[in-house]
């Protein structure tokens, strides 16, 4: 088949031609020039004068054409985009049912390996690969909102070349000439500068550009990355090895100012890791966590609030220079007698280190200390002391060789090409994505630099900041359109193969290297292929390459590529006495991190991930100044509590004070954000915002931190000063009510408690009282979870209890008639219909516990069920459209564990103590309540209960009354005020999932536990009636556990959600709902809610000074 | 033009009746053309109905500016959001539908328990309430979503055999007001009919004649017609009467029936019906007053008239302040945390000023009415109304924003109008008072026939109402 019809190709660069007939555009030097490139060997015939039969197929074709050659090239014009159904049906597809492909997703060179559904052709939903040991099937929040930038309408549409739209043609034609050049000297002054890579193929192609151009240099460069960690390794093995940590072996873990469960390699699988050895179980039929006992103990010391320090069982906030210390003094403590002097430590944190040492010595080789990636390299290399002395190596911490090739101070790399660049000794300079223009420190002044080069070339998805310095741009492929490999956290490698052909022609990394290596003919495909091919020859050896290929391809991951385990030696501390003895600098210290959800800017111009309200902030749209309550309060700073003024109010517009933030002799203006918990004296501000060259989404959102940022001091600076301006800004922040109020929606105890509770709680309901909510009098504590879908006195009640759960749960005792008396009010239990009771019954459950407030489920539900993006302004206006929301809560001592009610001004008091304040979270999704107080009232029925317990709802039938939500009292109904969904972007259609209706203006919308999933799986199991095993209730075919998965809990790293049929004995929801410590939220108001929370369980060490 | 009596009778003294309904010397002939003057264009238009005849029809305007924008984009242009996903048009709706009610409370309940006084007020009482309903009605209409599928809410046979949810108290709300707009406009056309044939046969002018004509449906006054009449209007007021309770009523489920801290509570019936009355009788000393006084009615409208108004308003201010009061006692009482820290919320949290407002303006103010000296005094009586419209429009406002602060402490938010939600309030405020302008110069405000009832039988009236005498 002939190439694809590619209109760029024939465009003039200059834009816009006439044309005036079919003539005359047939005999232009476009036309000619097209049909040579279209047909390369029919092109002869073409120019011949037109006999019939070519006119006959000419008129066709340029009719169609007529448009194209006068678009602007950077549209794909609308004749190249007809839909033309297919002739022949390819074997695999069916029209609607969806297709999913292995494929692999790298972010800072580290690769998690993903399914992507693709429905026609068209790429849906990334979901996780079970199959991939980096991702467990979990996924982070920007793996999902990675689709969305391939239908993003701002995307680099086409090479540009000085600012005006080129060709590849034209590209390689330039980059020929360039490499004549080049070839003459050996590459002198050819540097390619590309982020962290370990796609073995690329590292191969990079490696024979070294050979052709020897001369030529390789630079990496990550905006945040993890020198420190790879320079501390350095210091404490000279070899190249990197550590795998396995929480699923340790008892203790210490976060060293590590956010491990959410940023960094590996982070989905450590996190799910973790999670596991903290779901509490006590029932007997569990099938996973751990008993009380058994349960880790996590500890975190850190400066800003991070979803490990949320989730853990003792949490210290400190500056960043103060951890260091830290380590030191836990080093000194553990017996490492050698080790670097430390510097002055607050009290709390020298009380903290005997009990924490002892702790962690008495785990026996299953504790172990994680440090941050941005912690400097000694302390690094000193963790791995305090790891090999608490005997963790091979244990909880094995070292594998290095996944990344040449691993080094990437910083210093940068810094030298920089030099180089001034210089001008850089001949020729290829970026190969990244926007380093913007992301580089600012005293580098990328920016300026690269101009002085003579060749630059960039690669790049977005005509960014970088793009527009650089002489040639080369439109970059997504992920999902390109070749391509990489390796995940432990080194397994797996393949990215695309899942459509690239929309507006993009080219990957490998190809811009294959014209470099002249090899411009050999595809990506190929190159990739060709690499796998050296590893199969030399590896794998037997049977045939193309099925062990296909076998590869389609499990997404290449088994036994794994990193060869290293063994690490012995940690040497040569490098202690280079390492001074610390103190606190002077003013505040500024700690630079990437943004939660727009990474280090190259998701800015992402809508989904921009209105994704980042963890613990709850902000979207916008970046702050965070700093904790105290230093808020500080002579120097003095700004105040958020102001939630008119609209939105405390559900969306903040009003908060812009400060100018002083760093040396740079200043950036910006607002400040309050955040309990956060550390004294510092202030941590998100990178990726401010970006000047973006697309709509992103324009104009939030200030450049960056631009105070400098080589010498990049993750954190101190002697830096705030000065309140007068200004005020406005920040949307979707949850500023941070108190319980003495409700307790989150609801939380200790393996103390449980193990109290433990002997008496099948007989005695309120064992467990730390599930049950603090204000419902005593007569109904512990009766309300009775009457919960799924609980053991309703499933037997129902009759649905099987013989051996009445075995493990058999009421002895308190059985009171009268305790019944709140069941007997239920409309549905033995009404008209009681086989509703017995049938299907979808229910979630949640635990707490394992919840690190990540939003990645967030991420997923909005991909999935095609929630739109409002804006900033709607935000504010309190009408932000998630269907799920990650609530959380900051406790303070006086407030109980959120049992006690506080005031605002005590509380805010309260909050200056950082150490002392906790944080939960709770994801928060419709509740599917079986007596829905939503359905009552809508006058037209459009929201109406399923058969099988869902609380559907029908748009098509909703007039917009808004009733449903005021009488829902978890306010999880979102209401299309205005027409949200983009009806008119052309590549934004694409994107929507067409098993989910784009909802209208006027139309309310929530959760429906992705009812298009449960529905697509009752059609499967009644199209494969003969062969599945029939339900004993009605003879249907059977829905395994598992088979149907929503998108939240498919995405949720640590397995805190799980949905399930309750009335199924061997779901793991069931299982999870006999918990005793399974709740309802806001059960009083007998909603029955068939979504449940189990209340967390943490495991205080009793000797710690604080139980913070 | 036959102004019998130049000064009021406040001031000489001089009574038709010896109820003191009527003022000055009257007869049947004077009474007819003392309304129907106004009508027929015998009496100069006075300068003052220019001026609110104006500004209605520029508030119709913006109102048609305000709806015009709303339907173009929908109901984002107002404040609403989550979680109070109702606002302006809500409250709205309930303070008209409130003001509604004193229209069909004074011609059917006042007429049942023969209370004479009425006469003078029930004719723009009625046009009031049936205005109020029209105002009010168009709320729940606008602020639907989708306002294009209203119909949905209607039981209609349909292809798909879908009916409205009958357990929604807004499907009942669609009942309660429909019925009560239609009865009230029956109600009303047929007390005008005899007044529409006197006016036809007072008329000069060809095109009135034609006109009231039309309108007077052929009314001939033979004792057929009036004895039909007579029997059509008093089984109107027995329909009428249950319906003032039940509108406001079932008006009051869309709170009670929701499970919103403070919405959920059984005082909200008799407490909205109380609270719609006080309104309804203080919009009705706000029409009277002007009236009285541009048109020259003051020997209809009489001070008497204004007062009874008053002490009605006084009555159910007190019955609105215990329902004030009922509501803490029981969220206190109910030792529910969550029912008492909305209290709380409500009386000192970010609405605080709206609570007490609506405490200054619905019990404070209103005490004044136990003195007599206010009761009579009609710029007091003026302003008192003033801080009853305000305290009533403050407490749906107060129950509206109660939505703010509920249950989940994690979605508590704040709301506020924007310009179009003050627009379009303003609005209906300037269609009211434009539909009431041309109420009052073209239809006769006080009804013709039974003023001329009301005189004593030796003027030549029946000195009550034919309708009550007649069906004893």
């Known amino acids: ?1108 | 033009m036959a102004m019998l009596v130049e000064d009021p009778p406040e001031k000489t003294g001089i009574y038709t009746d010896a109820e003191k309904n009527i003022g000055g010397r009257h007869d049947l002939v004077s009474i007819g053309e003392k309304i129907g003057h106004i009508c027929l264009g015998v009496n100069p238009t006075p300068k003052a109905w220019y001026f609110w005849a104006m500004l209605g029809f520029t508030g119709t305007a913006g109102l048609g500016i305000a709806v015009g924008y709303l339907f173009y984009l929908g109901v984002g242009i107002w404040g609403i959001n989550q979680p109070v996903a109702w606002g302006f048009a809500i409250v709205n709706f309930v303070w008209w539908i409130g003001i509604g009610h004193a229209g069909t409370l004074i011609s059917a309940i006042l007429l049942l328990v023969h209370q004479k006084w009425r006469t003078s007020l029930n004719r723009f009482a009625e046009a009031m309430t049936i205005f109020a309903v029209m105002c009010a009605g168009l709320f729940p209409l606008i602020h639907m979503g989708r306002v294009w599928l209203f119909y949905w809410l209607f039981p209609f046979p349909n292809n798909m055999g879908v009916w409205p949810q009958f357990r929604s108290p807004l499907a009942w709300d669609v009942f309660a007001v429909s019925t009560y707009f239609t009865v009230s406009l029956v109600f009303w056309y047929l007390g005008l009919v005899p007044d529409f044939a006197a006016l036809r046969d007072m008329a000069k002018s060809r095109v009135q004649q034609w006109v009231y004509g039309f309108f007077a449906l052929g009314w001939r006054g033979s004792a057929i017609h009036w004895r039909r009449y007579e029997k059509l209007y008093l089984l109107l007021a027995g329909l009428g009467t249950p319906l003032v309770f039940s509108v406001h009523t079932i008006v009051s489920f869309d709170f009670a029936v929701a499970i919103v801290p403070l919405w959920h509570a059984t005082i909200f019936p008799p407490f909205f019906v109380a609270g719609a009355v006080f309104a309804g009788f203080a919009m009705v000393i706000w029409l009277a007053i002007p009236l009285r006084i541009s048109f020259g009615l003051k020997d209809l409208i009489t001070i008497k008239h204004l007062e009874n108004c008053a002490k009605v308003m006084l009555g159910t201010g007190l019955l609105v302040s215990f329902g004030y009061f009922l509501e803490v006692w029981m969220a206190w009482y109910g030792r529910s945390e969550i029912e008492w820290g909305t209290t709380l919320q409500r009386m000192f949290g970010p609405y605080a000023w709206t609570y007490w407002t609506l405490i200054l303006t619905n019990t404070i103010i209103p005490q004044l009415l136990w003195f007599k000296y206010f009761r009579t005094n009609v710029t007091w009586l003026f302003l008192i109304s003033l801080s009853v419209h305000i305290g009533m429009w403050f407490e749906r406002y107060v129950i509206i924003v109660t939505l703010s602060r509920d249950q989940n402490p994690s979605s508590w938010g704040r709301y506020t109008p924007t310009f179009w939600d003050l627009l379009t309030f303003a609005g209906t405020l300037g269609f009211f008072t434009f539909l009431f302008a041309l109420f009052a110069r073209f239809i006769p405000v006080i009804s013709i026939t039974e003023m001329r009832e009301l005189l004593p039988v030796s003027a030549g009236g029946r000195d009550g109402h034919s309708v009550m005498e007649n069906a004893k």
């Not at chain 1, 029919?42 to 169609?64: C, H, I, K, N, Y």
């Not at chain 1, 678009?71 to 014009?77: A, I, L, M, T, V």
């Not at chain 1, 034609?173 to 590309?194: C, E």
């Not at chain 1, 500024?590 to 991930?609: C, E, S």
């Open chain 1, 1 to 1108: 088949m002939a190439r694809k019809l590619d209109p760029t190709d024939l465009a003039p660069a200059s834009g816009e031609v006439q044309v005036r007939g079919l003539d005359e555009l047939m005999d232009s030097a476009d036309f000619r020039e097209m049909m040579k490139n279209e047909f390369p060997e029919d092109a002869a015939e073409w120019l011949d004068p037109v006999t019939r039969r070519q006119f006959v197929t000419l008129m066709g074709a340029s009719l169609a054409l007529a448009g194209v050659v006068g678009c602007n090239p950077s549209f794909r014009p609308a004749p190249a985009r007809k839909v033309v159904p297919y002739v022949t049906k390819p074997d695999a597809i069916t029209p609607g049912v969806p297709l999913f492909f292995a494929t692999t997703w790298t972010l800072n060179g580290y690769s998690s390996g993903v399914l992507v559904k693709s429905l026609e052709g068209r790429p849906l939903k990334v979901e996780g690969n079970p199959s991939h040991p980096g991702s467990l099937g979990g996924t982070d929040l920007y793996t999902q909102g990675s689709i969305l930038n391939l239908y993003d309408p701002d995307r680099s549409k086409t090479v540009m070349h000085d600012g005006t739209p080129s060709t590849w043609d034209a590209f390689k034609a330039g980059l020929f000439k360039l490499m004549s050049k080049l070839k003459d000297t050996g590459g002198t002054g050819l540097r390619i500068l590309s982020e962290t890579v370990t796609s073995p193929t690329l590292v191969g192609l990079l490696d024979e550009v070294k050979k052709i151009y020897p001369k030529a240099n390789w630079v990496q460069y990550d905006p945040v990355g993890r020198d420190g960690a790879r320079v501390g390794v350095k210091l404490a093995f000279n070899k190249p090895i990197q550590p795998v940590y396995k929480f699923d072996e340790a008892k203790r873990v210490l976060a060293l100012d590590s956010d491990f469960v959410t940023s960094g390699p590996g982070a989905v699988r450590y996190a799910r890791d973790l999670a596991s050895k903290r779901k509490v179980r006590v029932y007997e039929g569990a099938v996973d966590g751990v008993g009380p006992k058994e349960m880790s103990r996590l500890y975190s010391v850190e400066s800003m609030v991070t979803g490990t320090g949320a989730m853990a069982d003792h949490r210290l906030p400190l500056k960043p220079s103060e951890i260091e210390s830290f380590a030191r003094k836990l080093a000194a403590e553990l017996g490492i007698g050698n080790g670097p002097k430390p510097g002055p430590l607050p009290k709390l944190a020298e009380d903290w280190v005997g009990p924490l040492a002892k702790d962690l010595k008495d785990a026996g080789g299953a504790a172990v200390v994680v440090p941050g990636d941005h912690l400097s390299a000694s302390v690094h290399a000193l963790c791995h002391a305090i790891n090999e002395k608490l005997g963790a190596f091979g244990k909880t911490v094995t070292f594998v060789e290095s996944i990344e090739v040449n691993p080094g101070d990437r910083q210093a790399d940068l810094k030298a090409l920089v030099g180089e660049m001034k210089a001008g000794k850089v001949e020729a300079l290829i970026v190969l994505g990244g926007n380093p223009a913007y992301t580089a420190p600012a005293d580098l002044a990328f920016g300026d630099e690269l101009k002085k080069v003579k060749a630059t070339i960039h690669l790049g998805a977005q005509y960014d900041e970088t793009a527009i310095l650089c002489q040639w741009h080369v439109n970059e492929a997504h992920y999902l359109e390109a070749w391509g490999d990489g390796r995940a956290f432990d080194g397994t490698a797996s393949l990215q193969q695309p899942l459509i052909a690239p929309v507006d022609d993009g080219k990957c990394a490998l190809e811009v290297l294959a014209v470099l290596l002249e090899k411009a003919l050999i595809g990506p495909l190929e190159l990739v292929k060709a690499n796998w091919k050296k590893h199969f020859d030399t590896v794998v050896k037997k049977g045939s390459f193309d099925l062990w290929w296909d076998a590869c391809l389609e499990k997404g991951v290449v088994d036994g590529t794994a990193a060869k385990p290293a063994t690490p030696g012995t940690v040497s501390l040569d490098w202690v006495k280079d390492a001074p003895v610390l103190s606190a600098g002077k003013g505040l210290e500024v700690v630079f991190r990437l943004d939660p959800t727009v990474h280090d800017g190259r998701f800015a111009n992402n809508g989904w991930l921009q209105e994704l309200p980042k963890p613990l902030t709850a902000l979207t749209w916008d970046n702050a100044v965070i700093l904790s309550p105290k230093t808020a309060a500080s002579d120097g700073v003095k700004v105040g509590w958020p102001d939630f003024k008119w609209t939105g109010g405390e559900h969306g517009r903040a009003e908060v004070d812009v400060v100018e933030l002083i760093l040396g002799d740079r200043k950036v203006l910006a607002p400040v954000w309050i955040l309990p918990g956060h550390a004294d004296d510092v202030i941590t501000v998100h990178l990726g915002f401010g970006r000047e060259k973006i697309g709509q989404v992103g324009a104009g959102v939030g200030f450049n931190a960056g631009a105070i940022r400098t080589s010498d001091a990049p993750f954190v600076a101190t002697g830096a000063t705030v000065k309140k301006t007068r200004d005020k800004h406005f920040l949307a922040c979707v949850q500023g009510q941070y108190a319980m109020e003495g409700r307790r929606p989150s609801r939380h105890g200790t393996v103390e408690d449980v193990e109290k509770g433990l002997p008496a709680y099948k007989e005695d309901w309120k064992a467990f009282d730390f599930a049950d909510d603090p204000i419902v009098s005593m007569a109904e504590k512990g009766l309300l979870r009775r009457l919960l879908p799924g609980s053991p006195q309703e499933l037997n009640r129902l009759g649905l209890m099987t013989p051996e759960e009445s075995e493990l749960r058999h009421e002895k005792h308190g059985e009171h008639k009268h305790d019944d008396r709140l069941i007997e009010l239920t409309l549905l239990s033995d009404g008209p219909h009681p086989q509703f009771k017995t049938y299907r019954r979808w229910g979630m459950a949640i635990d707490l516990g394992a919840c690190i407030g990540c939003t990645a489920c967030v991420a997923a539900c909005v991909a999935e069920n095609n929630i739109p993006v409002v804006g900033k302004y709607e935000v504010t206006r309190g009408r932000a459209m998630h269907w799920i929301r990650v609530d959380r809560y900051f406790v303070m001592p006086a407030e109980d564990g959120g049992t006690k009610k506080i005031d605002r001004s005590p509380r805010q008091k309260a909050a200056l103590d950082s150490a002392s304040v906790t944080t939960f979270f709770q994801p928060l999704p419709c509740q599917q309540c079986e007596k829905a107080p939503c359905e009552i009232v809508c006058p037209v029925g459009a929201t109406v209960h399923s058969t099988d317990g869902l609380n559907d709802m029908v748009y098509n039938r909703c007039v917009g009354t808004r009733y449903c939500s005021n009488n829902c009292p978890y306010k999880v109904r979102r209401f299309n005020f205005l027409q949200y969904a983009d009806y008119a972007t052309e590549s934004m259609k694409l994107v929507n999932n067409p098993e989910v209706t784009v909802r209208t203006r006027g139309v309310m919308e929530k959760c429906t536990y992705c009812v298009q999933r449960i529905r697509s799986a009752e059609v499967e199991a009644e199209r494969e009636f003969d062969i599945r095993e029939k339900d004993a209730r009605d003879g249907r075919p059977r829905i395994k556990d598992g088979e149907v998965i929503t998108a939240c809990q498919a995405a949720c790293p640590t397995g805190a959600i799980v949905f399930g049929d309750i009335n199924d004995p061997a779901s793991v929801v069931r299982k999870w709902k006999l918990e005793p410590t399974n709740y309802g939220l806001l059960a009083e108001l007998n909603t029955m809610p068939r979504t449940t929370y189990l209340a967390a369980v943490k495991n205080p060490n009793p000797a710690m000074p604080k139980g913070a």
